[in-house]
Nanobody, 126 residues
Framework: QVQLVESGGGSVQAGGSLRLSCAAS????????MGWFRQAPGKERERVAS???????DYADSVKGRFTISQDKAKTTVYLQMNSLKPEDTAMYYC????????????????????WGQGTQVTVSS
């Protein structure tokens, strides 16, 4: 079992920045692919970014150049640095963990992740 706890959400104005954190605990050794997802009211949950244990990263087109996913040396905490935030980035952000290969971690979607956090709200005002 893997437990994921997100933090760092909040309210900012457009153009601002936030840094989300996801702390993983439990049997994390098999969860080699970590992802950030978001879900706005009335919309489906969508992938934002993913990172493989070796450091390979992948981003949704909507956040490329603005968001950066990273992990600490112990591979137990994953971060999402969000810059140049826009009102359309407003959503509940979720951290997810799963077992993938370095070649398909970047293409992993909601059904591919077995563990999820409770989410942290990000609100961007114009």
């Amino acid at each position: 079992q893997v437990q994921l706890v997100e933090s760092g959400g909040g309210s900012v104005q457009a153009g601002g920045s936030l840094r989300l954190s996801c702390a993983a605990s439990g049997t994390t050794y098999s969860s080699n692919c970590m992802g950030w997802f978001r879900q706005a009211p009335g919309k489906e949950r969508e992938r934002v970014a993913s990172i493989y244990r070796a450091g390979n990263t992948d981003y949704a087109d909507s956040v490329k150049g603005r968001f950066t996913i990273s992990q600490d040396k112990a591979k137990t905490t994953v971060y999402l640095q969000m810059n140049s935030l826009k009102p359309e980035d407003t959503a509940m952000y979720y951290c997810a963990a799963g077992s993938r290969t370095p070649y398909n971690c970047g293409s992993a979607r909601v059904p591919d992740f077995g563990y999820w956090g409770q989410g942290t709200q990000v609100t961007v005002s114009s």
